[in-house]
């Protein structure tokens, strides 16, 4: 499996860091984000390092399916009835942290576009 030593998130997947974990499958790991800017706010990960979205569906599609599944088995345990799962690529469109990750969203009305 591809990891990063200095890749926060993979230190999360090694349990060198420590997260609020909430789900767990055999490709991919849920975990509360630190600064939640919503009621629901977990970033689902695979635990293989992969940069972005895109690199992991090149990669491993079916982790990156993974990924999504996690989110909706987490939204349904929130009882989220709506939810967004979203992927920030490229620091330009938000993303800090280079080690693939969706956030999922929900809780409260979520407004479209984004800023
Ligand atoms: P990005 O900006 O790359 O799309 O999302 C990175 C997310 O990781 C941010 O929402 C940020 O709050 C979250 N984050 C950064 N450091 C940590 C950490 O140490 N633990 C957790 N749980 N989340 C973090
Ligand atoms: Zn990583």
Known sequence: MSTDDDCLFCKIVARDIPATVVHESERALAFRDISPQAPTHVLVIPKAHFQDAPALASADPVALAEVVSVGAAVAETEG?????????TGAEAGQSVFHTHAHLLGGRKLEWPPG
């Open 80 to 88: 989220l009835d709506a939810f967004r799962l979203v992927f920030n």
